[in-house]
């Protein structure tokens, strides 16, 4: 009778042990599985930090591209109102008498410089 009870002992013995190696097995596995995707999100953080700085340092570009256009449309749209302020009274260099100029010329100026 004893060894029969010391063999059944021992199947016991090993389906817990093989149930509790199954159990720590999941366990690790799921920790795994934790510690992969924080990782993983780490690692997006950081990619997406990257894109934040790439896409500011974008619009930093085009902000400073956009000012300078502006002040050079600024600087056209100046030359252009000086032009239509009195055209008929500039003088044409090296003449001592007035330019005679047509004021549809000095408005079809004007609205090349908007449609541009």
Request: hydrophobic letters at 30%; one cysteine or more; charged letters at 35%.
């Amino acid at each position: 009778m004893s060894i029969a009870v010391s063999s059944s002992c021992g199947k016991q013995c090993s389906l817990r042990k093989r149930r509790r190696y199954r159990e720590l097995s999941s366990i690790s596995l799921r920790l795994a599985k934790k510690d992969l995707l924080k990782a993983s999100n780490v690692v997006e953080g950081v990619e997406l930090e990257d894109d934040i700085d790439l896409i500011e340092g974008d619009i930093g570009k085009v902000g400073s591209r956009l000012h300078r256009t502006s002040a050079r449309y600024q600087r056209a749209g100046d030359t252009i109102a000086d032009a239509l302020i009195d055209p008929e009274e500039r003088l044409v260099y090296g003449k001592s008498e007035p330019q005679k100029q047509s004021s549809t010329s000095t408005f079809d100026v004007l609205e090349k410089f908007c449609r541009s």
